[in-house]
């Protein structure tokens, strides 16, 4: 019992330890952890290509697809200006992806408008669905 | 006044070579490193916490991963694997599987506690409604549920006061319910793990670990007996009562030594005759593996063991193992005590002839409760002439004073005790009380191997 007891308060503050030593040490967006996915980063324009303005207009982009199913937005540009980015398609596979990817949704829309383009960071936890997020964005804002 | 050794005297023993616990730590280092490679999976491929909720989250995924590599070790310490065995020994690893059992639980439900409340402040829901939605929309959730409740049942029917409560049968199919809950507990690992769920390579590898698991129970604990036992052909030669209670059977068969069991070692038995083929049961071979066929010596103490001693010559027997880690390994020049209580003293039997040790210094102790229990006595007589050793019988009750198994008793018995290699086999109490009495005279735990049994 005595050694059961050491056991699980050993593994305790082991664990305490990594995962906080983990929640504060998040590793950059644009890396996901494990599996830097080449799709993401060929799918971001170069800086050279943003820097344009859009015809206004509404457009959807092209369905991305991700690990956890299909991201689509559709963009809102008036005067030149992005004003509005609405999430069509989300991962919504359980419970938890729409729990992730809703928040992130509306992150990327405040960045995407403040930046005025599609490079922007991704948000961290949220890697996939930020990188389909942003190509459909990429592939709707190239048609205005 | 018994003598009592002065220690001053003695060589330092832990300096004496011959130590058993340098394979028990080595064991010790893999279950350690096993566990640190998990960890180090987590770190690297599990999603960083993000948003409210994840710290929980993050460390629920950590302690369903170690529940799940906990799980596959208390597998791995039970199918007889011939080096784990003759490493740990049978009492080292049944303490190995009782501390990792209780530890199991203690993983498997810090998981469901911190995943559900995790995922409840995820989704600004309360605990039991997220309780709910995980059951209801996650893929094999359910089975998972079961699958925790199987093992939390195996886990409370064996504290020490309800397994006593239970039949043996009983028991042990309960237990057998733990293959079933590790295949159910398995898929929402793979399709709801974030591990596993978007890495091809790590769920790959975490499948081929559990069937690989998988395929070593089945081989050692269902193929391997068979087949043996078919291809020596074993069968029961005679059975021969020792004492009105104790009886030896005799098990021949084609080129026995092969299967290569050393002494002090056994098998668990089952053999097949009507109503005894569904239990096997371990019993030590009563004298020193070698010849044409195997002696092991039972104490009729139940039904199972009454129908042995009238079981019909030429009973198909299967053989598991062997098992049992009470070996003298080669290279020990020191002397050598064997303690034995009761029954206990089948394996000692073939220690005592056998185990490499000084010229001359070889000790066997062997207490019973009546003269009557005594077996072997001409054997044993026989051995010590031969080998020049010792034997001292002991004969009464635990609380009789004529044999209290106190440190000095034991000095006086065996007065070399200090810088012996030690076996120690009997009864739980009788070894543990050993064991405290070896501790206490400063025999390093390294140099004792014991075994025991319940009656």
Redesign the interface.
């Known amino acids: 019992m005595r050694r059961l007891l050491l056991l699980v308060s050993g593994t305790a503050v082991a664990i305490v330890v990594v995962v906080a030593i983990r929640t504060h040490i998040q590793p950059p967006a644009h890396h996901p952890p494990g599996r830097p996915s080449p799709t993401v980063r060929v799918a971001l324009p170069s800086p050279s290509a943003t820097r344009r303005a859009y015809h206004s207009g509404v457009t959807t982009g092209a369905p991305a697809r991700t690990d956890y199913g299909a991201v689509q937005v559709r963009v809102t540009v008036v005067h030149g200006r992005i004003v509005k980015v609405a999430a069509l398609r989300l991962p919504h596979g359980n419970q938890m992806d729409v729990q992730l990817s809703k928040p992130a949704a509306r992150v990327l829309e405040r960045r995407v408008i403040s930046a005025q383009s599609a490079n922007v960071d991704m948000v961290s936890g949220a890697t996939y669905t930020s990188g389909g997020y942003l190509r459909s964005l990429q592939s709707a804002l190239d048609r205005l | 006044m018994a003598i009592v050794a002065d220690p001053r005297r003695l060589p330092p023993p832990a300096m004496l070579p011959g130590a058993f616990s340098g394979a028990a730590a080595g064991m010790a280092a893999i279950m350690v490193a096993g566990a640190a490679l998990v960890?180090g999976t987590w770190?690297?491929?599990?999603?960083?916490?993000?948003?409210p909720g994840?710290?929980l989250t993050?460390?629920g995924r950590?302690?369903g991963l170690?529940a799940g590599y906990v799980a596959l070790l208390q597998v791995m310490l039970r199918i007889r694997l011939p080096v784990v065995e003759r490493r740990l020994g049978t009492d080292s690893i049944n303490e190995t599987h009782r501390?990792l059992g209780?530890?199991l639980i203690?993983?498997i439900v810090s998981h469901v506690i911190l995943i559900t409340a995790g995922?409840a402040l995820?989704?600004r829901s309360s605990i039991p409604r997220e309780l709910t939605?995980?059951v209801t929309?996650?893929p094999y959730i359910l089975w998972a549920v079961v699958a925790a409740y199987l093992l939390i049942g195996v886990a409370v029917s064996s504290i020490p006061v309800i397994r006593r409560r239970l039949l043996y049968e009983a028991w042990h199919g309960l237990h057998l319910l733990v293959y079933a809950a590790l295949a159910l507990a398995f898929f929402h690992q793979v399709t709801?793990g974030e591990h596993f769920r978007?890495?091809a390579g790590l769920r790959a590898a975490w499948t081929v670990l559990f069937a690989g698991v998988g395929a070593a129970v089945i081989v050692f604990r269902f193929l391997r007996p068979l087949y043996l036992s078919f291809r020596h052909h074993l069968v029961v030669g005679s059975v021969v009562r020792e004492t009105p209670n104790i009886v030896s059977i005799r098990i021949t068969g084609r080129n026995v030594h092969r299967l290569r069991p050393r002494p002090g070692q056994y098998f668990r038995w089952r053999f097949l005759a009507p109503g005894a083929w569904y239990l096997a049961h371990p019993y030590s071979l009563s004298e020193e593996p070698g010849g044409r066929s195997f002696r092991i010596t039972v104490r009729i103490a139940g039904r199972h063991t009454a129908m042995l001693a009238q079981l019909p010559i030429g009973t198909r027997v299967i053989a598991e193992g062997p098992c049992g880690g009470l070996i003298a390994g080669a290279g020990w020049a020191g002397p050598v005590a064997l303690i034995a209580g009761g029954i206990g003293i089948t394996p000692l039997r073939a220690l005592f002839a056998s185990a490499p040790c000084a010229e001359n210094a070889i000790t066997l102790v062997y207490r019973v409760h009546d003269p009557a229990d005594i077996i072997f006595r001409a054997e044993l007589q026989r051995i010590a002439a031969q080998r020049g050793g010792t034997v001292h019988f002991l004969i009464g009750g635990r609380g009789d004073p004529r044999n209290d198994l106190s440190p000095a008793s034991l000095t006086r018995l065996c007065p070399d005790l200090a810088w012996s290699r030690v076996f120690v086999c009997g009864p739980a109490g009788y070894a543990q009380t050993i064991r405290a009495s070896l501790a206490s005279l400063g025999v390093p735990s390294g140099r004792v191997r014991s075994e025991s049994f319940q009656m």
């Open positions: 960890t770190w690297r491929a599990a999603p960083p916490p993000f948003g994840a710290t993050d460390a950590l302690t170690l501390l209780g530890y203690v993983l995922y995820a989704a939605t995980l929309s996650y709801v978007h890495q």
